[in-house]
């Protein structure tokens, strides 16, 4: 299952915690980004991020694109 995840760019902070509660290190972030990516195909969608972030700016949704 493939699942997509979204950062709303107007809330996100950059603080980080994102990327410490991922157990599977599918977010990535650096210092040139300022602001974190999730890695394609690497979320298996336990939605931690999201529950975690306190800015929630995080949205976690299974990916409707099944007609490939
Ligand atoms: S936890 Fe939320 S505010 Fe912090 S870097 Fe991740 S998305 Fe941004
Ligand atoms: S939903 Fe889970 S696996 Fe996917 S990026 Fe968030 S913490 Fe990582």
Request: glycine share 0%; with cysteine; charged share 30%.
């Given at each position: 299952?493939?699942?997509?995840w979204t950062r709303k760019d107007?809330?996100?902070t950059g603080c980080g915690i994102?990327?410490?509660v991922c157990q599977?290190?599918?977010i990535l972030m650096t210092r040139e980004m300022g602001l974190?990516?999730?890695l394609p195909g690497a979320c298996t969608g336990c939605r931690e991020c999201e529950r975690?972030?306190?800015f929630?700016?995080?949205t976690?949704?299974?990916c409707q694109n099944d007609k490939l």
């Open positions: 299952m493939e699942w997509k107007n809330a996100c994102c990327l410490d599977e290190e599918a974190p990516e999730a975690e972030c306190p929630e700016a995080i976690v949704t299974i």
